[in-house]
């Protein structure tokens, strides 16, 4: 198992950029692939972005396809969510998730099939 815990949350403007993070613990990163969910008041938590552990495969919501990059940092055991061009629609607590090395990718489209969760942090984009 897995312990995640993200860092790097705050308020930002609309238009500007944030960069959160997630420090792993328990098991080294290359033994999983790893991603963001978010979730929004009154929304059920939905996938931003996922990364396999040697970069291989890298997938994004079409929500933030050309704003967000995920990128990890197997050495530092952390992953990163680079996000830029904020919307007011990105406010929600972002929460990083991980699945071992060999689970379906199909399995990142519901939250139902991460393994792992970190605690989540909070997002607030402002006008």
């Known amino acids: 198992q897995v312990q995640l815990v993200e860092s790097g949350g705050g308020m930002v403007q609309a238009g500007g950029s944030l960069r959160l993070s997630c420090a792993a613990s328990g098991r080294t990163l290359r033994h999983y692939a790893l991603g963001w969910f978010r979730q929004a008041p009154g929304q059920e938590r939905k996938f931003v972005a996922a990364?396999?552990?040697?970069?291989?495969?890298?997938f994004y919501a079409d929500s933030v396809k050309g704003r967000f990059t995920i990128s990890r940092d197997n050495a530092k055991n952390t992953v990163y969510l680079q996000m830029s061009s904020l919307k007011l629609e990105d406010t929600a607590v972002y929460y990083c998730a991980a699945n071992p090395v060999g689970t379906n990718w199909a399995a990142w489209a519901n939250p139902r099939g991460i393994g792992s969760w970190g605690p989540g942090t909070q997002v607030t984009v402002s006008s």
């Open positions: 990364l396999s552990w040697n970069w291989n495969g890298t």
